[in-house]
């Protein structure tokens, strides 16, 4: 990416707009000294950072759905039997699209924690 900024010079670059892995990038980007263009990689931490967005939703007094965070199996089946069956599960810093999955069941859970630590 940085080749690319230093030989075509633009005048920033965008990440919202590419999925997971150029919000991955905005960051190191960013370090690197090229503009990032609309959402900045502070904003794109605070969306993804669940505990620092449940904050702000509090602080704002807008209500959210139920959430929690598991780092293990065991956890998750936990938190998911909190919330109640449904649940929607990602993986931590993923704000959409591939790894998201509905989980309906402790069996489903099982499965999607063990595709997620493979």
Do not use: C, W
């Not at 090229?34 to 969306?47: M, N, Q, S």
């Not at 929690?68 to 990602?90: D, K, L």
Request: proline letters at 7%; charged letters at 20%.
């Amino acid at each position: 990416m940085l080749s690319i900024y230093h030989k075509e010079r633009p005048v920033g670059i965008i990440t919202q707009f590419g999925g997971q892995t150029p919000l991955n990038l905005a960051a190191g980007l960013k370090a690197a000294g090229v503009p990032v263009l609309g959402t900045t990689p502070e904003v794109i931490d605070l969306a993804e950072d669940r505990d620092r967005f449940r904050l702000m939703m509090e602080q704002l007094n807008i209500p959210m759905p139920e959430a929690g965070m598991a780092a293990n199996t065991t956890e998750a089946i936990a938190v998911a039997a909190a919330i109640g069956y449904p649940v929607m599960v990602r993986p931590s810093y993923v704000l959409g699209g591939r790894g998201m999955e509905i989980v309906h069941d402790d069996a489903g859970m099982e499965e999607y924690m063990k595709a997620a630590s493979a």
